[in-house]
């Protein structure tokens, strides 16, 4: 068999490379450690690694050198990230009505990495508000759930650039490749296998059939893990051992508990009359609801939610202020403790209904055009 050729580059450097470690990541920025016969101390310094055969090398990887420590007489223990490390960092911000293409575009022009985006409809839609106040792989991550994209990946390109958007355009769309048993050196937990070193095998290509998401180059062998998924949505078909032994001691983090849900009012429960009391067992002021998913469609895999508490401002005995809100009114449901049994209305929302009007600094109680308080 052919042994690899590894050709690696430190700045504008050609350094011999004495051993490598690096994987690279779906949806993640690639890392991993290199040796090199070296004294210099290169971090912070561009880094590109070309791996293949005599007939074919390809660029595999580009970064940087995060870190670096002296390791054996003259050479140096490199850490390196790919250009999409800079996201590692919070990358807060704030728009509105804007399309995947402007945040891109903001991305890129903060970055200075490209960032390339496919020509598909969903690129050009603008969506009502996109913010965001955590790190900058966080922000990628949530692109697709933003923009309501199927089948949504991003992960960086061979030149350091990064892809953003729906697997069915991305780099490695449409090219399946088929690799016999027999290149296999070995297996583990089902879904990974080491092969020699494949120059053009990175995260998002179809092997046998299963995408893969992790490439792991040790020296002359390149281990590939998949994750089985759905076929129409992208969507991870099991949990990693890691979120199974989370939601075993947290389960509202399984169902979303913790995080309030939308709805829509389908029905009041019954009517209520002078002398009732509410109470968990009949709250009497409640209406039923039928919980939305992230999109804002009905959730239909959830039946409707029976006699919901409805909030009451300045509620005491036969006090407050009621109003059973119309059927379809859209309201945020919340759960006490994170508690699926203990379900309760925080609050309508206006969204779908038609406005009175209304100026910053007044206050308005209104019932209907003709009946109002100002």
């Known amino acids: 068999m052919m042994k690899p050729v590894k050709r690696l580059y430190l700045s504008t450097d050609e350094i011999h490379l004495a051993d490598a470690s690096l994987v690279l990541e779906l949806n993640s920025c690639g890392r991993g450690f290199i040796t090199a016969q070296t004294t210099t101390d290169y971090t912070g310094k561009l880094v590109r690694l070309d791996v293949g055969y005599s007939g074919l090398l390809l660029r595999w990887f580009t970064g940087y050198v995060e870190r670096s420590q002296p390791a054996e007489n003259g050479y140096q223990r490199l850490f390196v990230r790919e250009l999409a490390g800079v996201f590692e960092r919070m990358w807060p911000c704030s728009f509105q009505h804007p399309t995947l293409r402007d945040v891109a575009g903001w991305l890129e022009e903060n970055s200075g990495i490209s960032i390339a985006v496919p020509d598909v409809p969903y690129s050009d839609k603008p969506i009502p508000h996109f913010t965001h106040n955590g790190t900058g792989y966080q922000l990628l991550n949530n692109l697709g759930r933003a923009f309501s994209i199927t089948d949504y990946i991003w992960y960086p390109l061979p030149d350091g650039s990064l892809y953003v958007g729906g697997a069915e355009k991305a780099l490695f769309a449409g090219r399946p ?52 998924r759905n076929r129409a949505t992208g969507q991870p078909l099991q949990k990693t051992p890691a979120q199974r032994q989370i939601e075993s001691h947290y389960p509202e983090l399984a169902s979303g508990l913790h995080l309030p849900k939308l709805a829509r009012v389908v029905a009041p429960s019954e009517a209520v009359k002078s002398g009732n009391f509410a109470d968990p067992f009949r709250p009497r002021y409640a209406v039923d609801v039928q919980l939305l998913d992230a999109d ?8 409707v939610y029976s006699a919901v508490p409805l909030p009451v401002p300045m509620a005491g005995n036969d006090s407050g202020m009621f109003q059973f809100p119309p059927e379809g009114t859209l309201v945020e449901v919340a759960f006490t403790g994170g508690r699926p049994d203990k379900p309760f209305i925080r609050q309508t929302l206006p969204d779908g209904t038609s406005l009175p009007d209304i100026k910053p600094g007044e206050q308005l109680q209104q019932q209907r055009a003709e009946v109002s308080q100002r």
Do not use: C, Y
Request: proline share 10%; charged share 15%.
């Open 177 to 228: 490749v088929e690799i016999p048993a027999e290149f296999s050196q070995g297996t583990a937990g089902g879904n990974s296998m080491t092969l020699p070193v494949i120059q053009s095998l990175r995260p998002g290509v179809d092997v046998n059939g299963e995408r893969v998401t992790k490439v792991h180059l040790a020296n002359d062998t390149m281990t590939i893990t998949w994750t089985p």
């Open 296 to 303: 804002g469609n009905p959730d239909n895999q959830t039946p």
